[in-house]
């Protein structure tokens, strides 16, 4: 599957209250799609570790979903986070691994594993129970809305074709975008309760 | 008698095992046939147990909404006494890397959470801290076990490398801290989760 295919067409599905965590190989890609305050780039940041703090996004705020766009090799750097997840479930969220079965963005050098691990099956032990594999642009526009009016935590497997994109970086300090966010999150939405805690 | 606990250090793996002293002709067994160091576990249970109250109690009072991290030998009682209160969630990680973002996550969620490792995780885990609670600026309090401190300055071979390299590696990192001693639980933690917020980073409380 193409990446901006398939990058275009999660972004169409997102519900503009998604918080979209990316890093490496879809950092740079999704910054040119969307706009929005509620997107946070894992970028500069500790490889692997996008997953678990989208992780910690989900747990303190419930009632917003809250997707992270996963590489295989990230996965691969902190594949306990897929147990942790499972230990300690948050329904709202969500994440996607893109799998090309190459470290991209240092060169297109194979993921261990390459060719033979299923990512599906690896989350499937891990104890995640919303478990899916949408090999096509199709299957992300058809399944995908179904699947995620489910609760999670939901696992989805998506492979991507390999690319040559490089290395994102940040123009500013992380600390930016995690204050901004912060404070995105702390603003009530319109139609919303002004408390997730359910206190008005 | 009864009531004392030893813990078997091997000379490999570092594994732990603590065992009533009903069970002291295993350790002598044991002690036989894979050379193993048999010693008095300083402290009893029920004192350690009191501390940890101790130490919830001040964490309660302090907000904190969540307790992120990997139990050792020093914190179970406290993940023990926290699991067991409805104020704050457990939130147990495989490894301490996942600890310093999920606890990230959660406060740039508008949680308080706290992260409880022990200094081998510290060491395990450094880029995540840097990647996370560091560069994001998250005022987080940090509680550390400080192993193998009762090791240090030995010079039989029986120093725990993990005690002398802990503090050198915690100031080249940039983690302030600060230990904390039986009765100043309560100024200790406060005092460093106010320079965690002060400073917007990470600061450490230590557990010998």
């Known amino acids: 599957m193409n990446r901006l295919e398939c990058l275009n067409a999660l972004h169409e599905l997102r519900d503009p209250g ?12 999704w910054s040119g799609i969307s706009n929005s305050d509620l997107d946070f780039p894992s970028v500069g940041s500790a490889m692997g ?22 590489g295989d090799g990230s996965m691969l750097m902190s594949l ?7 230990q300690t479930p948050a329904p709202n969220l969500t994440v996607f691994v893109l799998e090309n079965g190459t470290f991209e963005v240092t060169g297109n050098q ?10 599906v099956r690896i989350a499937r032990g891990a104890g995640i129970e919303s478990v899916h594999d949408l090999d096509s642009v199709s299957a992300v526009k058809d399944r995908l809305p179904a699947l995620l009016r489910y609760p999670g935590p939901h696992f989805v497997r998506i492979p991507i074709e390999a690319g040559n994109e490089p290395a994102p970086i940040l123009d500013c300090s992380l600390r930016i975008p995690a204050y901004r966010l912060r404070k995105t999150l702390e603003e009530p939405r319109a139609g919303e309760a002004r408390s997730e805690s359910g206190i008005l | 008698m009864s009531s004392r606990i030893f813990a078997i250090d091997t000379c490999e793996g570092n594994m732990r095992v603590f065992v009533s002293f009903e069970d002291l002709h295993l350790h002598q067994a044991v002690k036989q046939s894979v050379n193993v160091l048999v010693r008095e576990f300083t402290g009893d249970e029920s004192r350690s147990r009191e501390r940890s109250e101790r130490i919830v109690a001040v964490l309660i009072d302090l907000g904190i909404t969540h307790v992120v991290g990997v139990p050792d030998n020093v914190t ?8 067991a ?36 995780g510290f060491l395990e ?3 995540a801290l840097r990647g996370t609670a560091t560069d994001m600026g998250i005022p987080l309090l940090v509680l550390m076990d400080y192993r193998g401190f009762k090791t240090l300055g030995k010079t039989d071979g029986r120093e725990d490398s993990v005690a002398r390299l802990f503090e050198p590696t915690m100031r080249a990192w940039e983690m302030p801290y600060e230990f904390l001693d039986e009765g100043n639980e309560r100024a200790v933690l406060k005092g460093v989760f106010r320079n965690a917020v002060e400073t917007q980073r990470p600061a450490a409380v230590i557990l010998t």
């Open chain 2, 76 to 83: 179970r009682l406290i993940f023990e006494t926290l699991t």
């Open chain 2, 125 to 127: 885990s450094g880029d």
């Open chain 1, 49 to 70: 570790h996008a997953a678990d703090f989208a992780m910690g996004l989900a747990l303190a705020r419930p009632r917003r979903k809250i997707w992270v766009f996963n």
């Open chain 1, 18 to 29: 998604t918080v979209v965590v990316t890093t490496m190989g879809s950092a740079s890609p």
């Open chain 2, 85 to 120: 209160d409805p104020r704050v969630a457990v939130v147990p990680v495989c490894r301490e890397g996942e600890a310093w973002a999920i606890a990230s996550g959660l406060w740039v969620g508008g949680c308080s959470p706290v992260v409880i490792i022990q200094n081998t």
């Open chain 1, 110 to 119: 194979p993921i261990p594993g390459a060719g033979f691990i299923s990512f």
């Open chain 1, 80 to 86: 306990g986070t897929l147990v942790t997840i499972a």
